[in-house]
């Protein structure tokens, strides 16, 4: 495959999540007394959090990575015409969320690390939060509708099943789990998002498999 620029920069998916998850592992150490079974990863990314600093430089890929990822695919899709309306608009759906996340994340993010939501700034982080996870659940049903319906994305849409299976034993977890394991649901719903991102930036890399092999033929 002769790949082109677009194409490379898919791996900027795969680096936002080894950049994130490297984040979320070596910060626990910069923060004194951070449960990672119980506390929340955004926790450690709060502004005063005394692991905040160390979070901004581990997580740089991650932040920028993600967004270029998902807004190179979503131009991609659109301009080779992938699949159907359905999976295109799955797609943008998904590059919006990323998009909200960054935005919304860095202008709200958390004031006080494991402490409750009072101020104005920790209501709207939750409002972001409430926006990203509708537009991730709308993304990831309309992918898997079209894996369903087309063998073209197929693989996406299974991918896509998963980490949605991911996500909804997030907030069941947070309700069925002991109050000190709340870390452990929560990382799911986080993970399936930067996961399926990073699956996505492999679809990219590899044009989509050459446009399922130039539309099998």
Same mark, same amino acid.
């Given at each position: 495959?002769? !790949? %082109?620029?677009?194409?490379?920069?898919?791996? +900027?998916?795969?680096?936002?999540?080894?950049?994130?998850? /490297?984040?979320?592992? #070596?910060? !626990? =150490? /910069? @923060?004194?007394?951070?449960?990672?079974?119980?506390?929340?990863?955004?926790?450690?990314?709060?502004? +005063? =959090?005394?692991?905040?600093?160390?979070?901004? %430089?581990?997580? /740089?890929?991650?932040?920028?990575?993600?967004?270029?990822?998902?807004?190179?695919?979503?131009?991609?899709?659109? &301009? %080779?015409?992938?699949?159907? %309306?359905?999976f !295109?608009?799955?797609?943008?759906?998904?590059?919006?969320? *990323?998009?909200?996340?960054?935005?919304?994340? $860095?202008?709200? /993010?958390?004031? &006080?690390?494991g402490?409750?939501?009072?101020?104005?700034?920790?209501?709207?982080?939750?409002?972001? +939060? =409430?926006?990203?996870?509708?537009?991730?659940?709308?993304? @990831?049903?309309?992918?898997?509708?079209?894996?369903?319906r087309?063998?073209e994305?197929?693989?996406?849409?299974?991918?896509?099943?998963? @980490?949605?299976?991911?996500?909804?034993?997030?907030?069941?977890?947070?309700?069925? @789990?002991?109050?000190?394991? #709340?870390g452990?649901?929560?990382?799911?719903?986080?993970?399936?998002?930067?996961?399926? *991102? =990073?699956?996505?930036?492999?679809?990219?890399? *590899?044009? #989509?498999?050459?446009? !399922?092999? $130039? +539309?099998?033929?």
């Amino acid at each position: 495959m002769n !790949r %082109k620029l677009i194409n490379w920069i898919g791996l +900027t998916g795969l680096a936002a999540l080894i950049s994130y998850a /490297a984040a979320a592992y #070596f910060c !626990r =150490a /910069a @923060f004194p007394g951070y449960n990672w079974l119980a506390s929340a990863v955004s926790d450690l990314s709060a502004e +005063t =959090a005394p692991s905040r600093q160390l979070w901004d %430089k581990l997580s /740089a890929v991650y932040s920028a990575g993600s967004l270029v990822c998902a807004t190179c695919v979503a131009i991609f899709v659109s &301009d %080779k015409k992938i699949s159907t %309306k359905v999976f !295109r608009v799955g797609i943008y759906l998904f590059a919006i969320m *990323n998009w909200v996340s960054k935005i919304g994340y $860095e202008m709200f /993010a958390l004031d &006080d690390a494991g402490k409750g939501i009072g101020s104005f700034q920790e209501v709207m982080h939750m409002v972001v +939060t =409430a926006l990203v996870v509708a537009l991730s659940i709308v993304s @990831f049903i309309l992918l898997i509708i079209a894996g369903c319906r087309n063998k073209e994305v197929r693989g996406v849409g299974i991918w896509a099943a998963i @980490f949605f299976a991911m996500m909804l034993m997030g907030p069941i977890g947070m309700q069925a @789990f002991p109050p000190q394991y #709340f870390g452990i649901a929560e990382r799911l719903s986080i993970y399936s998002a930067i996961g399926l *991102n =990073a699956i996505l930036g492999l679809y990219l890399f *590899n044009g #989509f498999e050459n446009r !399922r092999k $130039e +539309t099998m033929g």
